[in-house]
């Protein structure tokens, strides 16, 4: 029982590094989040049901490219920064204790 409770304490433990991070310390504005996105999706449904549908296709096509391009600039980011970096460890790294000013 012992080790049970030894492992769900480590894992609610927070991690000091992180609680800087944006909406990391503390739940509520996840739970807003989703539910103001439940409502909007919802309601929407419920306002648009009787109506015409937009007519989005250049939009969407707009919006389309743009995702392109900003995963392209991510892959090359990503390639970049991991796969051509000699430095880069591509293995599992210990993680310190101390404070990252990652």
Known sequence: MEYWRHLYTKATLPDPRTQEWL???NIAPNVVIVATYLIVIIGGQKVMRNREAFQLNQLMMVYNFCLVL???YIFYEFLMSAWFNLSF???CAPV???QCRC
């Open 23 to 25: 909406l990391i310390p």
């Open 89 to 91: 460890s591509k293995v």
């Open 96 to 98: 310190g204790a101390g």
């Open 70 to 72: 900003l995963n392209a």
